[in-house]
Protein backbone atom coordinates (compact mmCIF):
# COMPACT_ATOMS: atom_id res chain seq x y z
CA UNK A 1 0.00 0.00 0.00
CA UNK A 2 2.91 2.46 0.74
CA UNK A 3 4.08 2.09 -3.13
CA UNK A 4 0.69 2.44 -4.26
CA UNK A 5 0.26 5.81 -2.13
CA UNK A 6 3.92 7.18 -3.31
CA UNK A 7 2.77 6.50 -6.90
CA UNK A 8 -0.27 8.72 -6.42
CA UNK A 9 1.06 11.11 -4.66
CA UNK A 10 4.18 11.58 -7.58
CA UNK A 11 1.61 11.62 -10.26
CA UNK A 12 -1.57 13.05 -9.01
CA UNK A 13 -0.08 16.60 -9.68
CA UNK A 14 0.52 15.96 -13.71
CA UNK A 15 -2.86 14.26 -13.72
CA UNK A 16 -5.14 15.73 -16.24
CA UNK A 17 -8.03 17.38 -14.65
CA UNK A 18 -10.74 15.22 -17.02
CA UNK A 19 -8.69 11.63 -16.53
CA UNK A 20 -9.89 8.54 -15.34
CA UNK A 21 -8.09 5.68 -13.36
CA UNK A 22 -8.93 2.39 -12.77
CA UNK A 23 -7.09 0.27 -10.02
CA UNK A 24 -7.40 -3.76 -9.04
CA UNK A 25 -7.66 -4.83 -5.64
CA UNK A 26 -9.29 -7.68 -3.76
CA UNK A 27 -12.58 -7.36 -2.05
CA UNK A 28 -10.56 -7.29 1.07
CA UNK A 29 -8.15 -4.15 0.62
CA UNK A 30 -10.68 -2.24 -1.42
CA UNK A 31 -10.89 0.18 1.51
CA UNK A 32 -7.56 0.76 1.78
CA UNK A 33 -7.33 1.18 -1.51
CA UNK A 34 -10.55 3.73 -2.24
CA UNK A 35 -8.50 5.79 0.64
CA UNK A 36 -5.42 6.57 -0.73
CA UNK A 37 -7.25 7.69 -3.57
CA UNK A 38 -9.73 9.35 -3.01
CA UNK A 39 -8.05 12.52 -1.21
CA UNK A 40 -5.92 12.44 -4.98
CA UNK A 41 -9.10 12.11 -7.77
CA UNK A 42 -12.99 11.87 -7.66
CA UNK A 43 -13.82 8.59 -6.54
CA UNK A 44 -16.91 7.35 -8.77
CA UNK A 45 -17.80 3.58 -7.85
CA UNK A 46 -16.29 0.01 -8.47
CA UNK A 47 -16.73 -2.40 -11.08
CA UNK A 48 -16.30 -6.01 -10.67
CA UNK A 49 -13.97 -7.81 -13.32
CA UNK A 50 -16.34 -11.29 -13.05
CA UNK A 51 -13.72 -14.00 -13.91
CA UNK A 52 -16.62 -16.76 -14.20
CA UNK A 53 -13.87 -19.29 -13.11
CA UNK A 54 -14.19 -21.36 -9.84
CA UNK A 55 -10.58 -21.37 -7.35
CA UNK A 56 -9.12 -23.13 -4.76
CA UNK A 57 -9.03 -22.65 -1.43
CA UNK A 58 -11.52 -23.14 1.45
CA UNK A 59 -14.28 -25.02 -0.54
CA UNK A 60 -16.37 -25.87 1.77
CA UNK A 61 -16.79 -22.48 3.89
CA UNK A 62 -16.83 -19.69 1.23
CA UNK A 63 -17.20 -19.12 -2.33
CA UNK A 64 -15.05 -19.50 -5.21
CA UNK A 65 -12.93 -16.32 -5.84
CA UNK A 66 -13.89 -15.55 -8.90
CA UNK A 67 -13.76 -11.70 -9.09
CA UNK A 68 -12.15 -8.59 -9.00
CA UNK A 69 -12.67 -5.03 -7.48
CA UNK A 70 -12.02 -2.24 -9.86
CA UNK A 71 -12.07 1.03 -8.26
CA UNK A 72 -13.12 3.93 -10.49
CA UNK A 73 -12.10 7.53 -9.91
CA UNK A 74 -12.31 10.73 -12.30
CA UNK A 75 -10.23 14.10 -12.15
CA UNK A 76 -12.15 17.32 -11.37
CA UNK A 77 -13.69 17.81 -14.73
CA UNK A 78 -14.98 14.56 -15.15
CA UNK A 79 -15.12 13.88 -18.79
CA UNK A 80 -17.91 11.22 -19.63
CA UNK A 81 -16.24 7.86 -20.58
CA UNK A 82 -16.20 7.37 -23.83
CA UNK A 83 -18.78 4.68 -26.29
CA UNK A 84 -21.92 3.06 -24.56
CA UNK A 85 -22.92 3.03 -21.16
CA UNK A 86 -22.32 -0.25 -19.90
CA UNK A 87 -22.97 -2.10 -16.11
CA UNK A 88 -20.26 -2.17 -13.25
CA UNK A 89 -19.50 -6.29 -13.84
CA UNK A 90 -17.65 -6.81 -16.56
CA UNK A 91 -17.79 -10.59 -17.81
CA UNK A 92 -16.05 -12.05 -21.13
CA UNK A 93 -13.00 -11.10 -19.99
CA UNK A 94 -11.20 -14.20 -19.08
CA UNK A 95 -8.02 -14.14 -16.79
CA UNK A 96 -4.52 -14.79 -18.36
CA UNK A 97 -3.91 -18.75 -17.70
CA UNK A 98 -1.18 -19.56 -15.28
CA UNK A 99 1.13 -21.29 -17.41
CA UNK A 100 0.86 -18.59 -20.00
CA UNK A 101 1.68 -15.14 -17.37
CA UNK A 102 4.62 -13.18 -17.32
CA UNK A 103 3.51 -11.81 -14.28
CA UNK A 104 1.53 -12.80 -11.03
CA UNK A 105 -1.33 -10.45 -11.47
CA UNK A 106 -1.67 -10.33 -15.49
CA UNK A 107 -4.28 -9.15 -16.76
CA UNK A 108 -5.69 -9.76 -20.15
CA UNK A 109 -5.48 -7.05 -22.68
CA UNK A 110 -8.73 -7.19 -23.72
CA UNK A 111 -10.03 -6.70 -20.62
CA UNK A 112 -7.68 -3.44 -20.57
CA UNK A 113 -8.45 -2.36 -23.82
CA UNK A 114 -12.35 -1.95 -23.04
CA UNK A 115 -11.05 0.21 -19.97
CA UNK A 116 -8.54 2.02 -21.88
CA UNK A 117 -11.67 2.86 -24.34
CA UNK A 118 -13.95 4.15 -22.28
CA UNK A 119 -11.78 6.20 -20.09
CA UNK A 120 -9.06 7.52 -22.77
CA UNK A 121 -9.70 9.70 -26.14
CA UNK A 122 -7.82 8.51 -29.12
CA UNK A 123 -4.19 10.23 -28.67
CA UNK A 124 -4.82 10.34 -25.21
CA UNK A 125 -1.85 9.56 -22.51
CA UNK A 126 -2.15 6.66 -20.79
CA UNK A 127 -0.32 6.23 -17.24
CA UNK A 128 0.38 2.75 -15.97
CA UNK A 129 2.53 3.01 -12.79
CA UNK A 130 2.44 -0.69 -12.20
CA UNK A 131 2.84 -2.01 -15.34
CA UNK A 132 4.12 -5.49 -14.69
CA UNK A 133 3.56 -7.34 -18.28
CA UNK A 134 2.29 -4.52 -19.75
CA UNK A 135 -0.72 -5.55 -20.40
CA UNK A 136 -2.64 -2.00 -20.49
CA UNK A 137 0.40 -0.38 -22.38
CA UNK A 138 -0.08 -3.49 -25.17
CA UNK A 139 -4.06 -2.30 -24.57
CA UNK A 140 -3.70 1.51 -25.31
CA UNK A 141 -1.20 0.57 -28.19
CA UNK A 142 -3.36 -1.42 -29.78
CA UNK A 143 -6.25 1.64 -29.45
CA UNK A 144 -3.52 4.05 -30.97
CA UNK A 145 -3.36 6.00 -27.17
CA UNK A 146 0.42 6.97 -26.03
CA UNK A 147 1.37 4.92 -22.99
CA UNK A 148 3.87 5.29 -20.18
CA UNK A 149 4.53 2.43 -17.49
CA UNK A 150 6.23 2.10 -14.97
CA UNK A 151 7.86 -1.28 -13.11
CA UNK A 152 9.78 -1.16 -10.72
CA UNK A 153 11.06 -5.03 -11.44
CA UNK A 154 13.79 -5.10 -14.51
CA UNK A 155 12.43 -8.55 -15.57
CA UNK A 156 9.23 -7.26 -15.92
CA UNK A 157 9.87 -4.15 -17.80
CA UNK A 158 11.99 -6.17 -20.23
CA UNK A 159 9.10 -8.64 -20.52
CA UNK A 160 6.96 -6.33 -21.27
CA UNK A 161 9.42 -3.77 -23.36
CA UNK A 162 10.03 -7.55 -25.64
CA UNK A 163 5.94 -7.74 -25.56
CA UNK A 164 5.24 -4.57 -27.30
CA UNK A 165 8.19 -4.75 -30.07
CA UNK A 166 6.83 -8.13 -30.61
CA UNK A 167 3.33 -6.76 -31.21
CA UNK A 168 4.33 -3.47 -32.79
CA UNK A 169 6.46 -5.59 -35.48
CA UNK A 170 2.88 -7.77 -35.84
CA UNK A 171 1.30 -4.81 -36.91
CA UNK A 172 4.32 -3.31 -39.13
CA UNK A 173 3.95 -6.69 -41.12
CA UNK A 174 0.45 -6.27 -41.92
CA UNK A 175 0.72 -3.51 -43.48
CA UNK A 176 3.67 -4.04 -45.40
CA UNK A 177 1.35 -7.30 -46.57
Not at 20 to 37: K, L
Not at 85 to 110: D, I, M, N, Y
Amino acid sequence: MRGFRQALTAASSVLAEESHAFVFCHWASWPDFHDAMAPHMGMKGALIWWKNRGGTGDCEGSFAPDYEVVLHSAGSKRRPLLGKRHGAVLPGFPPVAPKKRTHPTEKPVELMAFLVARGCPEGGLVLDPFAGSGATLLAAQQLGRRAVGVELEERYCEAAAVRLDAARGETLARRAV
